[in-house]
């Protein structure tokens, strides 16, 4: 029999997705040859996940979990093919422990992780992908956390849009009204577009990319170039306080901004709360 190497064992994991005692398995029966192992593992078990793994993954939802203590919490998007699987019971259940193993473990080299009772996340999810019929891929996470205050989050009913958000405060709050507010601000960056949640954090690219949108239809306009200095500028500064969260008017009260609402919020409840994270992710 041929030496099976850990290389060899880590190669064939890479080509096919399978778990590395699998694949171990699968070149110890083979002696050593690659390609017999691959092919092993088309006739077993695993051959209906790795044919369904190289199919598209258009559709999918979102979930969140949020700790108990509501410290910590973690959104993931996860990808399927059809919409009809996206609404499976199943696959939404499996998000919703995804999202539990991203918040009690982080999403550092997620789907390496160890994961009930599976080598790893990607085992468990090469395994669904066999009982649901479907090629089954992990997109995305983060993590948020807080010191005080809380997390909290929405996904829309849909599972096509969801948002986690932290809000911190000066010192513990245990009412609901807080758990109120942070849902009341998820669905609000559900509705709009969000690219930060103040001027200063807007990601560089995306405003130059903007910027040069900007020129671009200002040039096209055919004025003095004193005037088009001043058009850009003044677009620019609207497109930042549209895309920044605190700027924006509150969706279920267009009157208030969104820092008017932390601010009134902080005056009622009696704790300065503020907006320190938010994640979005939509399909």
Do not use: W
Request: with cysteine; aromatic share 6%.
């Amino acid at each position: 029999m041929g030496q099976i190497t850990a290389s060899m064992v880590k190669e064939l994991r890479e080509v096919s997705g399978v778990g590395m005692m699998d694949c171990k398995k699968a070149l110890v029966e083979s002696d050593g040859d690659m390609d017999a192992a691959k092919e092993l593992l088309r006739k077993t078990g695993q051959a209906k996940a790795l044919k369904k793994s190289s199919r598209e993954t258009r559709e999918g939802s979102i979930g969140f979990y949020v700790s108990e203590d509501k410290k910590k919490g973690a959104i993931v998007k996860l990808g399927c093919e059809t919409d009809f699987v996206a609404k499976n019971d199943k696959f939404q259940e499996m998000l919703a422990q995804l999202a539990r193993q991203a918040s009690d473990n982080g999403v550092e080299d997620f789907v390496n992780q160890a994961y009930q009772g599976q080598e790893s996340v990607q085992d468990f999810l090469v395994k669904s992908i066999g009982e649901l019929g479907e090629n089954i891929q992990f997109l995305e996470a983060k993590r948020l956390e807080v010191n005080s205050g809380l997390i909290g989050g929405y996904v829309h009913m849909t599972g096509k849009i969801g948002v986690l958000v932290s809000l911190e405060t000066d010192q513990a709050y245990q009412g609901s009204e807080l758990g109120d507010l942070a849902k009341d601000i998820s669905m609000h960056i559900a509705a709009t577009q969000a690219e930060a949640i103040s001027e200063d954090q807007i990601d560089p690219e995306v405003l130059e990319k903007e910027k040069q949108f900007v020129i671009t239809q200002a040039k096209e306009s055919g004025r003095p170039e004193n005037i088009i200095e001043k058009m850009i500028e003044g677009r620019l500064q609207k497109f930042k306080k549209e895309v920044c969260i605190l700027s924006q008017p509150f969706v279920k009260n267009p009157e208030q901004t969104i820092e008017a609402l932390l601010k009134d919020s902080s005056k009622n409840l009696g704790v300065a709360i503020s907006l320190t994270g938010f994640v979005k992710y939509q399909f």
